[in-house]
């Protein structure tokens, strides 16, 4: 079952009614202000950190659910029917749930668009972020379907976050007697904290007069009321109260006549603004916001035709991104995911890492360090200069050990303590990243970037040291089999080898009691390989023999590591727990097979020479593979295993203990294309594709444009259905699968090469992918069953499949490509 419909012309999902089984959200934003928006309009908005610049509240896991957020009511002010009392509802639906005669949101890139109607009224209203503001944009158009005036009351509704996320939601002594707010020719300020340390503040503002407002919530709700009915609108009437504590809102009412048939726009503005720390109040020895560097903001966005401007630049803004890699090829879902929707999902990704969706609060987690760099792998082309910024920002919160801190906070870039490092995958994938920067880019100037340690002044080296060191903190911490400590955990966060928890409420990662000299894990192993290679290539391009030697070295032992310790003879294991027994073998009862080592090692090159590599994805398909989806591990673990950690702590089917992790299944999906199998990796591909799941809504339950975390896997009675959407790893590793692996188009240290491995029902496929400033016009034909490239270049035969650098100041090639 579908609740909405994919139109790809505009670049929209459009949901048709507006109870979808979880809320189905947006961003808007996407530099430094940021907000999610569910198609009812609920959600909240943030400056940079969603936990310490929170502007509005959202209050998680509530009932009904998604019940906060950037909400308007209409109310008809014409005679009131007695029996019904006064007609009011919300066009967004929530809150008020009044049922609609019509509703549709479009969901697009950076902008969402909530039209209904209702007694003859249709509301539409456009919410963005203009580009370079820190503002958001509520453009509402009314439009009178009646055949008489229509006199109508309109409302515009945020309740304010006293800043801090987590104080918000927790410490009540406090902030129940700080709230401040201002309200001057009818823009509401809130000014929380102003009058001491902080120099931001929020405003709400309206094109229109205002014929009332409350900035006091229970004023504005009545006591004991909720959002979908506050007295201030059944009543008509505001108060004009100002908050002191309490729970300071922003709530403003005006009046609007519309004739029959004519139209009106109304724009709210909702934004964040900082003054400097000794301009901050006016007049000086007041304690009254300054206000004469946001006037100009808020004058100009008030007007129509700056709005429409705006809006314009946004559009533009994402055709130009968009346009940096296009498909044609005989699959929609795969079109539409590439062209649109998956390379949306990277972009939200990079700018939030996995801070706040419908299920981060904003809270919980900053920036990962792991989740980052891997967010990078499919950003890199889309703005190169913010990957670039990022990489440096990330190897700067890494320690002089090669380690890293697990998380960092967006608005300090420092460390986050309590979570701390040692998860011993984590530094590798700086390596990767880079690599792929490099690809992308040929900037090896970032090398010589200096960049610190712990972002401590006077500690900074070469970003190449840094890179350096993350391959020698891996051969640092070698275990028993020579394959490498696990430390608190690897890319499966829940496999906790050495936290061995066995309280409630004990936190599984950071309950470090082993002394972690023991237990192994494989999977780091393949990806010390993936990476020490790319450290290879690096070094043969740098020209430093001596470097790619000992690269080489190193990577042929803990090849031969895996070879002896890490293969089960059907498939690679998973790990060494802490008394040196298997884990991912024959010998378990439980976790006899995992999905990451078999990505990952046959990503690195194990065994696609020798059949092995075939043999470990041939298993995989047996004992892993679902029509939902490839699930993490098999069997379930059926109890909690105190030696495992978090991963037997979820119910069978869920998360890391057998779920579908749509974030690895691309590795499989990659390692399917290096062995040449092309309709495999595409059949995995399309079973957890979003689009392609489109008709099993109701099963899948997330949104059917963007990647979930995780799919529940077989073993779980609501097998099939999706969770934590948005903010995963799921979004690069399936844009790099289909790009660069199945599509075949990928950087490469010399050029770009084309080697598809596509399905064999394919005749043919184009691509447009700038590159390095050069637009390459790609065409692909399928003459034969193999996947042998014939290369033609601007009409010349090129032999290989690399399309060598052209010459300065080209500014675009035509590719052609016979598949044989
Ligand atoms: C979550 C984490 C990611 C981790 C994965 C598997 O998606 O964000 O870092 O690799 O879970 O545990
Ligand atoms: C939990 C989640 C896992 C996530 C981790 C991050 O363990 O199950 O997916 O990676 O938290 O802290």
């Not at 792998?377 to 050990?401: K, M, N, W």
């Not at 490469?748 to 394919?762: D, F, R």
Request: hydrophobic letters at 35%; a negative charge.
């Amino acid at each position: 079952m579908r609740y909405g419909y994919f139109d790809d012309e505009s670049r929209e999902y459009v949901v048709t009614r507006p109870d979808t089984p979880l809320p189905w959200i947006n961003y808007l934003g996407c530099e430094e202000y940021f907000g999610i928006i569910s198609n009812t309009a609920g959600g909240y908005s943030f400056y940079r950190d969603a936990r310490l610049r929170r502007l509005t509240r959202y209050r998680y896991n509530n009932a009904p659910l998604d019940s906060s957020g950037r909400y308007l009511y209409l109310r008809d002010d014409g005679p009131v029917d007695q029996e019904s009392g006064p007609l009011f509802w919300s066009p967004s639906w929530q809150p008020t749930r009044i049922p609609l005669e019509e509703y549709e949101c479009r969901h697009g890139m950076g902008y969402t668009l909530i039209r209904s109607k209702l007694a003859g009224v249709e509301a539409s209203t456009l919410y963005f972020v203009p580009l370079e503001e820190n503002l958001e944009i509520w453009e509402l158009t009314l439009t009178n379907h009646r055949d008489e005036t229509a006199s109508l009351s309109v409302y515009a509704a945020v309740e304010f976050n006293l800043w801090d996320a987590m104080d918000d939601a927790t410490n009540f002594q406090r902030n129940y007697s700080i709230g401040e707010v201002e309200v001057v020719d009818g823009i509401i300020y809130h000014k929380t904290e102003y009058r001491e340390r902080r120099t931001h503040f929020a405003y709400l503002a309206c094109s229109e007069p205002l014929t009332g407002f409350d900035t006091q919530r229970e004023a504005f709700l009545g006591p004991y009321r909720g959002w979908d009915s506050p007295l201030a609108v059944e009543t008509g009437e505001m108060s004009a109260s100002i908050a002191h504590g309490w729970q300071p809102i922003g709530a403003q009412q005006i009046k609007v006549q519309l004739r029959a048939g004519e139209q009106k726009k109304v724009i709210f503005i909702l934004g964040y603004h900082e003054n400097p720390a000794d301009e901050k109040f006016y007049p000086l020895d007041s304690q009254t916001i300054n206000k004469r560097s946001v006037l100009p903001v808020i004058k100009k966005y008030i007007q129509p035709g700056e709005v429409e401007n705006a809006f314009q630049s946004l559009r533009l803004y994402w055709d130009e991104l968009l346009s940096k890699f296009q498909v044609t090829t005989p699959d929609t879902h795969t079109n539409r995911m590439v062209n649109i929707w998956n390379v949306y999902q990277v972009m939200i990704t990079f700018n939030l890492s996995r801070s706040a969706s419908y299920f981060e609060s904003g809270i919980g987690r900053g920036m990962g360090f792991r989740d980052s760099n891997q967010d990078l792998l499919g950003f890199v082309h889309l703005v190169p200069e913010r990957a670039r910024e990022r990489i440096i920002e990330l190897a700067a919160t890494q320690l002089p050990s090669g380690g890293a801190y697990h998380q960092y906070q967006p608005l300090t870039k420092r460390g986050n303590n309590d979570i701390g490092g040692n998860f011993n995958d984590d530094p590798l994938w700086l390596v990767l990243a880079v690599a792929a920067y490099l690809k992308e880019t040929g900037d090896w100037g970032i090398l010589d970037e200096a960049v610190p340690y712990d972002n401590q002044p006077r500690t900074e080296e070469p970003l190449y040291e840094h890179l350096q060191r993350s391959i020698q903190y891996t051969l640092d911490r070698l275990g028993p089999h020579d394959l490498p400590l696990i430390g608190r955990a690897d890319w499966n966060d829940c496999l906790n080898l050495n936290c061995f928890s066995d309280s409630p409420g004990q936190s599984f990662q950071t309950t470090n009691n082993k002394e972690g000299m023991v237990a192994e894990s494989v999977f780091i192993g393949g990806l010390f390989v993936l990476a020490a290679k790319e450290m290879l290539a690096i070094a043969d391009h740098l020209g430093n023999a001596e470097q790619a030697e000992a690269c080489l070295k190193v990577v042929q032992e803990m090849e031969a590591a895996i070879w002896s310790a890490g293969w089960d003879g059907e498939w690679f294991r998973r790990a060494y727990d802490d008394f040196g027994r298997v884990l991912g073998s024959r010998e378990n009862d439980e976790g006899q097979i995992f999905i990451e080592p078999q990505g990952v090692c046959v990503m690195a090159g194990l065994g696609i020479e020798d059949g092995r590599a075939l043999q470990a994805l041939d298993s995989t398909a047996e004992h892993l593979a679902t029509p939902h989806g490839i699930v993490l591990q098999q069997p379930a673990f059926s109890k909690y295993y105190l030696h495992l950690g978090e991963i037997s702590s979820y119910p069978p089917g869920y998360k890391e203990n057998a779920g579908v992790f749509c974030h690895t299944n691309p590795w499989i999906m990659i390692a399917e294309t290096m062995i040449g199998r092309g309709d495999k990796a595409y059949d995995y591909y399309l079973r957890i594709n979003p689009s392609a799941r489109e008709e099993i809504s109701d099963i899948h339950k997330c949104e059917p444009y963007v990647y979930a975390q995780m799919i529940a896997g077989k073993d779980a009675p609501d097998y099939g259905e999706a969770k934590n959407s948005w903010l995963t790893g799921a979004a690069a590793w399936n844009y790099v699968a289909i790009t660069q692996w199945i599509l075949g188009i990928r950087p490469t240290y010399e050029g770009l090469q084309i080697a598809p491995a596509i399905p064999s029902s394919w005749d043919s496929f184009e691509a447009v992918r700038m590159y390095r400033g050069v637009r390459y016009e790609i065409k692909v034909e399928r003459h034969g069953s193999g996947s042998n490239v014939r290369l033609e270049v601007d009409g010349n035969a090129v032999s290989g499949d690399i399309i060598p650098l052209p010459k300065k100041g080209t500014k675009s090639m035509d590719v052609f490509i016979i598949l044989e």
